[in-house]
């Protein structure tokens, strides 16, 4: 019984995913979808990192400083996690499973769970936004952007961006506890 479940699940899963995938048929979608992952590999996330203290310098605030710490630790915790759980699992990417998956991204590495893009743009959008809410009007789109643009490139299955997802959220919320905003 469980096993039926598992493979339906499996199959939906790949069914998504090919559906989404087939929106490479425009190279525009491509281009795109590729630049925000790229955007996702880590680039806006060092951004962040690095302007948040300087607008706490410019602002003589700490905030600043407190969010940007956070999103380093978070994230150093984020990566191990993550690297733990796929190197584990060992779930192949769907485009290597599957022929008719499109892939012309190269991923940062061989298995697909769970989407660390997705992890990681949760977690720092979830931090940050805590810390500074206005940030979500530009980071939460952004995050979405990041977690459909891994489905779009053929490189993750729904249900990885999904655990992703949760796993990022569920982090943010463990360092909002240890280190909440000040105001």
Request: with cysteine.
């Amino acid at each position: 019984m469980m096993m039926a479940m598992l493979e339906k699940l499996d199959q939906l899963d790949y069914q998504i995913c090919r559906t989404f995938n087939q929106a490479l048929q425009w190279s525009s979608v491509h281009r795109f979808f590729g630049l925000i992952s790229r955007l996702g590999d880590g680039p806006v996330w060092y951004v962040l990192m690095i302007t948040l203290p300087i607008m706490a310098w410019l602002t003589n605030t700490t905030e600043g400083y407190y969010a940007s710490g956070s999103l380093l630790v978070s994230g150093l915790a984020g990566l191990m996690l993550y690297r733990f759980l796929k190197d584990r699992l060992a779930r192949e990417r769907p485009f290597i499973a599957y022929h008719d998956i499109d892939c012309r991204h190269q991923p940062l590495d061989r298995y697909s769970f769970p989407s660390g893009h997705t992890l990681h743009a949760v977690m720092f959008t979830t931090i940050t936004v805590a810390w500074f809410p206005i940030m979500g009007i530009v980071l939460v789109p952004l995050t979405s952007l990041i977690a459909l643009s891994r489905l779009v490139l053929g490189l993750h299955y729904p249900t990885d961006v999904i655990v992703g997802a949760f796993i990022g959220f569920g982090l943010a919320q463990y360092m909002l506890i240890l280190l909440p905003p000040l105001s």
